[in-house]
C-alpha cells in the first residue's frame, strides 16, 4: 500500500504505520515488518500528506534504539537532512526528531554531521514553528556528543541561537 498509485491510500498507510509504530511496544514490529524502506522511499513523494506522514512514521520508529541502527534508517540520513529544508512545518519537525532520535546513537551523531544536518539545523533554530526550533536544538544537541559533531555545530554558528533560545524562555 505505500507504493500504491493513489496518495490518499500512500498516506493512508503510512499514517496507519505511523499510529502502531508510536506504541513502544510496537515499533520493532513495524520495523521487521520492513516498513522502513518503502517509508524512505516516500520521502521524496510529490505529495505532502505522504511526506509528512512518511517522516512522521519514521521519527517514531527510528526512536526505538536498535531501529536506530537498521542500515535503512542510516542510509536515509541524507535524505532527511536534504528535508530540513522542506517548507511544510510538520515535515520539518518530524525530520528534525528523527534526526535527533537517530543521533541518540553515538554510531550516527558524525554520520548526520557529515551529512550535511548540521546548517540546516542550524537555521531552524530560528524557525517560525516551536516545536521545530525544540527538534532542531535536540537534534544538534545529540550531534554535539560527538567530538566532530561538537566542533561542526559551533562551527555552523548554532550556538548564538541555542543562546537565544535560552533567552526566549
Known amino acids: 500500500l505505500l507504493r500504491d498509485a493513489d496518495a490518499a491510500v500512500r498516506h493512508m498507510a503510512a499514517g496507519g504505520l505511523w499510529n502502531i509504530a508510536v506504541h513502544r511496544a510496537f515499533k520493532a514490529t513495524v520495523a521487521a515488518a520492513g516498513a522502513v524502506e518503502p517509508l524512505v522511499s516516500l ?63 553515538p554510531a550516527n551523531q558524525l554520520r548526520i554531521a557529515r551529512a550535511g544536518a548540521v546548517g540546516p539545523l542550524a537555521s531552524l533554530l530560528g524557525d517560525g514553528d516551536a516545536q521545530v526550533r525544540r527538534r532542531a536544538a535536540e537534534a544538534l544537541a545529540n550531534v554535539a556528543h560527538h567530538p566532530e559533531g561538537r566542533a561542526l555545530v559551533a562551527f555552523a554558528e548554532a550556538v548564538g541561537p541555542l543562546v537565544g533560545l535560552l533567552r526566549d524562555a
Open 43 to 105: 520521502l521524496g513523494d510529490a505529495d505532502l500528506v505522504v511526506r509528512q506522514h512518511a517522516t512522521g512514521a519514521l521519527s517514531v520508529i527510528a526512536a526505538d534504539p536498535a531501529n536506530s541502527q537498521l542500515p535503512a534508517v542510516v542510509d536515509a540520513v541524507g535524505l532527511l537532512a536534504a528535508l530540513l529544508r522542506e517548507t511544510d512545518a510538520t515535515v520539518r519537525q518530524n525530520v528534525a526528531r528523527a534526526l535527533a532520535v537517530i543521533a541518540v546513537h
